[in-house]
Each structure stands twice: as C-alpha cells, then as structure tokens.
C-alpha cells in the first residue's frame, strides 16, 4: 500500500533525524565531547543475550558487550548517567505530546486544539503544585510526579463526564468544559501559589517545564506509559481519518463514533500525563509540530501520528539542548514556548495552517 511505504520512508528519516539530535545533544555541555566519542560510548552500551540459565523459580539471562571503543570512563559516566537519561526523557515527552496534540486536532477538526484542550495540564498543575506545597504521602514513591499524573488524569475524566449526556460527547460541549475546567484549576494553582511559602520558586520552576534531574527509572517508566496506548492510538489512525468527515458520515460509514471518541481521549490523556507529571508545562510542542507534519505529509493520521510524534520528540530534545547550553540553564517550557509562537503566528500569516 503507498501509504505504508510513505509512513516507513518519513518514519526511517525522522528516525535517523533523532539519533543524529541526540548523539549531537549528549556531547553539549560544560565538558564537550566529540559527536564520534559519543557514538562509541553508545555502542559500547549495546548488550546482546548469550544465554539463559534456570535455576527453580529465578531466571538468569547472560549478555555481552557487542563493542569495546575505548572511552574514558569520566565521558561515559557523563554521557551515560548525566546527559542521555534527560535526553531520551525529552524525547519521550516530545513524543507523547505531539501525539496527543496530533489526535486532539483530529477528535476537535481544529488546528488549534493541543493536549491540554481538555484540561490534562491543568490538572496536572494542580496535582504537582499542591504535592509541593503540602506534601501527602503517595503511594509506591510516586510523589510529585504521581501527584501530577493523577491530577491531570482526574482532571480530564471530570471533563469527559461533564460533556457526555445520554451516553453522547459532542465535540463542541467537551471544548467548552475543557476551557471551563482549564480557567478553574488555574484559579485552583494560583490560590496554592499564594499560599506556598518557600516553596514558590519549586512550584514556578515545575510549571515553567523542565527536565532537570531526569533519570534512567523515569525514562523506563515514561516508555512504557506512553508506547503502549501509542500504539492503540496507531490502530485508530483509519477511524479518526474517517471522522474528519463529520461524525454523521463516519456513523453511517460504520465507524462507533462514540466509542472511537472515548479511547482516543482516554488514550491521549494518558500520554499527555505521562509526559506533563515529568516535565511540566512544555507549551506549543502538540500544537506547532503536527502543523508542520501535516504541511509536510498530509492529513493522513496513519502517516501523520506516527510522523508527528518523531518531530516532536527530536523537536524538544533540540529545545531543551539549547535551553540547557548557556551560561545559565532555562526551563525548556519558555524555549519552546518562545520559539513556537512567533513560528505560528508565521503560519498565520502566510495562511499555511490547514483547515482539518
């Protein structure tokens, strides 16, 4: 089919886009290391099975190091331990995040709809400044950033249930509660700033987004939250193609409009937390990048998510690289954020933005 040959083609080069980015991303820093030695230190890392051993109820799997480069061991503790969980962190949440802004656009046939239409930062603001400012005990050692995560999932239910009656979510009424629910948790995170005391300045940083401090659990946990409703997402990419037409014509085309509703903003809501309860409030990453992508590749969903969802994430690695290169470390919530609103309003003006 041509449509997979064009997803494989896109996918293979944004791909390629976002190893170059990263290797390029992890030899920035105090301490510069060469975009070669950075390559070595990653292949050194790759590991293979050699074998398996069974012993009761315990399973031991062997490997081996496919390569050998010699690295010091002071660049590949800095590549390996500093740099690249951050790295591949951001990537994740540029992901998520394009993803999710690829569907709400789709859901919302409006190309101004991003992840947080339905509330998903709000709630997650709320739930991570009000952990801050008066810590509770979370199960499992989730903290903060289970604290986010379930804030901005209640946050986006309450919104779904408010819009649904008669077992029917119109588009129109779910965008209204979104910004009804959106403008009172924002009253809700600036009554808690209020009262924060000394934890202001912990509370701003969060909500300014960053990914200071990421580490290799957090980026374990970040994957699988986001990859496997991704790909749910992935089989939906036809439905969704299908209900651009209106939802009286996907109906009667034989697609449950409702039910493909309910997973995919279920499904968006969860990588969108994923992404938010570890980075914060990252702006205009699920808003600008499927625009581009959709210049680029077409409406098609089935090549559009997964194509947008690359860009994303070698978007925000590239973003938080230069947020974190100068004298003094920026949230990379304000560098996407300065660079994404005047890119848009150039889309505006040149009248490039696509009518969904």
Known sequence: ????????????????????????????????????????????????????????????????HMFSYAVSDLRTQIVMQVRLPRILLGAVVGFSLAAAGTIMQGIF?????????????????????????????????????GA??????????GVYLIATRNGRTPVATLLLAGVAIQTFLGAVVSFLLLHSGESIRRALYWLMGHLKGASWPEVTTSVVLVAIPFAVLLAYARDLNVMLLGEEDAQSLGIEVERTKRVLL?????????GVAVAGIVGFVGLIVPHVMRLLVGPDHRILLPTAALAGASFLVATDTLARSGSAEVPVGIV?????????????????VHEL
Request: with cysteine; hydrophobic share 60%.
């Open 148 to 157: 986010a995560f379930a804030g901005a999932l209640v946050a986006a239910f």
């Open 1 to 64: 089919m041509r449509f997979a040959g064009r997803t494989v083609g896109w996918s293979a080069g944004l791909v390629a886009v976002l190893c170059a980015v990263v290797t390029t991303s992890a030899g920035i820093g105090p301490v510069w290391i060469p975009p070669a030695v950075v390559g070595k230190v990653l292949l050194n890392a790759v590991v293979v099975p050699t074998g398996i051993s069974i012993s009761g109820p315990t399973v031991d799997v062997t490997t081996a």
């Open 109 to 145: 046939r409006n190309p101004m709809a991003d992840p947080s239409i339905i509330g998903v930062s709000s709630g997650a603001a709320v739930g991570a400044v009000g952990f801050i400012v008066a810590p509770v005990v979370i199960p499992f050692g989730l903290g903060l950033r």
């Open 336 to 352: 996407t954020a300065v660079l994404g609103a005047p890119f848009f309003l150039y889309l505006l003006r040149k009248r490039e």
């Open 266 to 274: 279920a499904l968006s809501a969860v990588i969108t937390a994923a």
